[in-house]
């Protein structure tokens, strides 16, 4: 049969092309730099080791920040109705958010947050409070513009920034100093406002805020966020503020939103996690909620990245929230219970920690605390590792190999620079409360989770102290 006739200027397509070719271009291919350069110092996550060393047989994981129990069940029953329900639930859904969800998002936190938000324009459903973060600092973050962090931070901030273009510009928490022999609390580490102020240039785009914060468990104050919110409008700053652990505070603190002091809510993207608020991390719904001058900008990155998030889950999540509005302030809330059993989960760990010689940092907010170990570091400063490596990742391979538990050193939430500063924290997450020790290597000299798991609402912590 007569070969099929190729179009004028391509190549007869039968058998492999020729050897040399095909050397050709893979040397081509090879000496191409891969890596794009917004990539360039941050390829190395100090996570990923840690995240290794946890997953090892017999190693308590009280590091990571997720529960391990489940949801409560009319979240996992909304779950659940989404996949068996409406077939078409199966298929994508609008692209900035499935129309039930920005509806109750809009309704609930127009509420909190004193405005008219219009689910079309002031809503984003996004893949996790990390999907709006990423697509806030894409949107917003120009080649040189600087962004000023809080650290320690959620380790995330400075990369996003970094790949966006923009420069990180670091203001550190300090701990005042305690006299009296109580613990410390993590209310007591401020930042200085000189020193806030001395940070903000012409170039600042953006202030990332994080309350209540991670790793410390800070609740930043109304009159902290206030010397926050005058800086941002003298200097003209948005503010990008990640609030997923909103509804876990305690000792009868208040969580604020800075987008809810007066000219904030112009300037402010208030960024939320279904994962945090429903205790369902992998399902992966997030949210921004902000003015449509800021939220369009959002939308087109959106629109030309995710465009979509998964239907399902943004329907469980829609159902949840509508049950959650009917509770609201009840003792029957999700939002009121959960942040109380953790409290007593909380108070565990600071008990455990105590008895074995630590000194925790008392959060006031979210499900991690850090505390201090630098007595270990003055009678075991030469653990194993690199010269150059912190204190604090030192000590945390220690223990998991030597005690088979796991927290997260706090220098990975600092800057370079600073991580002398923060080299003798650990963090724990107390949002545990299934694994026990017992087996293994483990201890049963150090902290221990408390026993027990609720179901419906989540942990029932039994012997918490
Ligand atoms: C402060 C903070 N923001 C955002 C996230 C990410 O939330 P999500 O799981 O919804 O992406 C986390 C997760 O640990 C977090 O701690």
Redesign the pocket.
Known sequence: MAPEKLPPGQAQASGPPPLTLCLFCLQLVMTKQLQARRLDGIDHNPWVEFVKLASEADVVNLGQ??PDFPPPDFAVEAFQHAVSGDFMLNQYTKAFGYPPLTKILASFFGKLLGQDIDPLKNVLVT???????FTAFQALVDEGDEVIIIEPF?D?YEPMTLMAGGRPVFVSLKPSPNQDGELDSSSSWQLDPTELASKFTSRTKALIL?TP??PLGKVFSRAELELVASLCQQHDVVCIT?E??QWLVYDGCQHVSIATLPGMWERTLT?G????TFSA?GW???WVLGPDSLLKHLRTMHQNSIFHCPTQAQAAVAQSFEREQLHFGQPSSYFVQLPQAIQRCRDHMIQSLKSVGLRPVIPQG?Y?LITDISEFKSKMPNLPGAADEPYDRRFVKWMIKNKGLMAIPVSIFCSVPHQKLFDHYIRFCFMKVKDRPGGGKTSSSLPMPPAGVGRGVGPICVGAG
Request: one cysteine or more.
């Open positions: 920040g997720f893949v996790g409070a990390y999907g709006a973060l959620f995330c994080n914060n991670n990640d997923v652990y960024i996690s279904a994962g945090k991390t992966k719904v997030g979210s991690f």
